[in-house]
């Protein structure tokens, strides 16, 4: 087993790394769900994405530099060796050569300026002064190759390009799901129960160090949802962890996932720029307890000042529909006012959300004409509004009885009385109703049985008062007249004719 941090070799069963003391998991998350799988794994039992084709998607600026730098200083080993090479074959192809055509020497030739007693002894010219100087020299051209190399690996030290108005960043560790989650782990901020949504990286510039900046969750609408922001800080070749926000919304079913948004890993989260400062942006799917279709939903937007530490947020609330496919989705409209250029940013990512239904000008209109209606209905709910609501609903009708039809009327029953007592100008009762008219042509019954008031005849303006009285022996027809005609009305099954 290797450090995946370091590359050392630990031993089967380590829990850390014995070099540099890194957590060793047997098992990783997926990328795409969060889904714990064992080591090794090719695809995600739970979503069925590939993680070897996720991971190798990941490679992260640190570990391509790395890599380029160890590919630079193998070619430049390997270099070195072959120019060593072609030296020594030179070196003997001349050593060769110089033997080929040297003349013999006689030891014991004139000149010989040994001092007399020496054992002289037959001796070729040698030349391994000037192979050492020559290996040497060699040995000095590989090291100072080696460390060129070294120096401009260095050089290409991860570095950040400057984030122009909504740029996503790039990431700058080697996994930055798992260093968040392992940091977090290490330093006992998992233990509420939450577990990590997402993370992501912000290289290190302008002076200011590398960030990683997550969110881990709970949802447990029965008892406390909440989300937390997090930030980790380099450090060198540490991480220090800090808590930027908590936010608890008790009785909410939280999603931060792709599928339930309806968009894509590059849209949610990720960290932006904007108006000068760097922004985390994140979206939630953000449902009541017991959501369902024509309930209320909402999806949440948030943008996060890393500098100014302040959350943004703007909710589009709505009707719960269901798309063709089955999905749902919230009719939404934003509840926050759009006065800035942070919520004006939030705005126009609604449209990536595909979770947020945008009415179309057709919908925004008949929206309208119904929430008139919606007031005009509101207006007239109330007993005191009992007349002109009996008048709203059936002009229609009161039209068919004056042409001769006999017509079912539409009363309305209130639980207190409809009209004043000052106003009344005769009241008649029998067993079952009392019935009352008023100064102005209106007629009222109240049901005994049901204890239940209701509106007989209101006249479309106000008028004399209409003429009252029982027409049979059981009392349940009622003969009225009223300034401009004679009807009939049945209290038992509201139905009104002319009275001829």
């Not at 100072?144 to 050089?155: D, F, N, T």
């Not at 008790?250 to 999603?255: A, D, K, Q």
């Not at 002109?388 to 009363?411: F, H, I, Q, T, Y």
């Not at 109240?446 to 209101?458: E, G, T």
């Amino acid at each position: 087993m290797n450090c995946p941090k370091c590359g050392n070799v630990v031993p089967d069963g380590s829990a850390f790394c014995n070099k540099c003391g890194t957590p060793l998991n047997t098992s990783v998350a997926c990328r795409h769900c969060g889904n714990e799988v064992p080591a090794g794994s090719v695809f995600c039992p739970r979503c069925g994405k590939m993680l070897s084709e996720a991971s190798q998607q990941e490679e992260t600026y640190n570990q391509r530099q790395e890599r380029l730098r160890r590919e630079q200083e193998a070619a430049g080993q390997e270099a070195a060796r072959r120019q060593q090479e072609a030296e020594w074959r030179r070196q003997q192809e001349e050593m060769a050569r110089q033997q080929a055509t040297q003349p013999a020497v006689d030891p014991w030739e004139p000149g010989d300026d040994d001092e007399e007693g020496d054992d002289d002894v037959p001796q070729r010219p040698s030349h391994y002064n000037r192979n050492l100087l020559v290996g040497i020299a060699v040995v000095v051209v590989i090291i100072g190759l080696l460390l060129i190399l070294r120096a401009c690996g260095a050089s290409e030290s991860p570095r950040t390009a400057d984030v122009v108005g909504d740029t996503t960043v790039t990431e700058v560790t080697q996994d930055i799901w798992a260093v968040f989650n392992n940091e977090l782990s290490r330093n006992g901020m998992l233990t509420d129960g939450a577990k990590v949504a997402a993370a992501r990286a912000i290289p290190a510039r302008d002076g200011k160090p590398a960030l990683i900046v997550g969110l881990t969750y709970s949802s447990d609408p029965t008892n406390r949802s909440f989300y937390k922001l997090y930030q980790l800080t380099q450090n060198g070749n540490t991480w220090t962890p800090l808590l930027l926000h908590t936010q608890y919304l008790n009785g909410r079913s939280l999603s931060f996932g792709t599928a339930e948004l309806v968009t894509t890993e590059d849209v949610t989260p990720r960290a932006v720029a904007l108006d000068g400062g760097e922004y985390f942006y994140f979206a939630y799917v953000n449902m009541p307890q017991g959501s369902h279709v024509g309930g209320s939903g909402r999806v949440s937007l948030c943008a996060y000042d890393l500098d100014q530490k302040k959350l943004t947020t703007l909710d589009y609330e709505g009707i719960i529909r269901v798309r063709q496919d089955g999905r749902q989705y919230v009719y939404g409209k934003p509840l926050q006012s759009i006065n800035s250029k942070v919520t004006r940013f939030l705005q126009s990512e609604a449209q990536n959300i595909k979770v947020i239904y945008f009415p179309t000008p057709e919908e925004l209109e008949a929206e309208r004409l119904a929430e008139e209606e919606a007031e005009q209905e509101a207006a007239l709910e109330g007993p005191e509004n009992a007349a002109a609501r009996w008048s709203a609903d059936n002009a229609e009708n009161l039209a068919s009885v004056k042409s001769g039809k006999e017509v079912k009327m539409k009363p309305q029953s209130y639980e207190k009385p409809i009209f004043k007592m000052e106003d009344k100008n005769k009241s008649i009762q029998n067993a079952d109703y009392i019935v009352f008219s008023d100064t102005k042509g209106g007629v009222y019954g109240f049901n005994k049985n049901s204890r239940k008031y209701f509106v007989i005849y209101n006249p479309p303006a106000a008028s004399t008062p209409t003429e009252i009285g029982f027409a049979d022996s059981e009392n349940s027809i009622l003969n009225l007249r009223t300034s401009t005609s004679r009807l009939q009305y049945n209290l038992k099954s509201d139905q009104m004719k002319i009275n001829e």
